[in-house]
């Protein structure tokens, strides 16, 4: 995948908007609010930050030298993951899609409510998947 894509896939999951709040180098993709992946523009080589568990997010990092704590964020919770020439499309999607149900995990229930009133679709989607 390659940023574009990353940012097609996002905008295709529910509820989800962008912004640039922290200027013109940087894209983050939100639920409700909330950031479930950030997505710099000024690496020569391409790479996304998600929220992870923090278990997971460690299996990961011994996987692959290409998975790594996130620069600037909580190193616990944030992985730093390169996206070009590194792994499949499903798995940069599935990592993507842990982050998201993640975020939306800990939302609050009313707010969880009201985007599956908004988005159907939500009600099908497992709240967390990131065993």
């Excluded at 919770?77 to 993507?96: A, K």
Aim: glycine share 6%; aromatic share 10%.
């Amino acid at each position: 995948m390659n940023l574009e894509e990353v940012r097609i896939f996002c905008l295709s999951l529910p509820g989800v908007t962008e912004d640039m709040p922290y200027g013109d180098d940087m894209v983050v993709f939100r639920i409700a609010g909330k950031i479930f992946l950030h997505m710099p523009l000024e690496y020569a080589e391409p790479r996304i930050s998600i929220k992870l568990l923090p278990d997971v997010g460690e299996q990961l990092r011994d996987y692959s030298t290409a998975i790594r704590p996130a620069y600037h964020l909580n190193k616990v919770h944030w992985n730093e993951i390169l996206v070009e020439g590194y792994f499949s499309d499903d798995q940069l999607q599935g990592w993507i899609t842990d982050s998201y149900q993640l975020v939306l995990s800990k939302l609050p229930k009313r707010v969880r409510v009201e985007l599956v009133s908004q988005f159907p679709s939500l009600a099908d989607m497992p709240v967390m998947g990131c065993q």
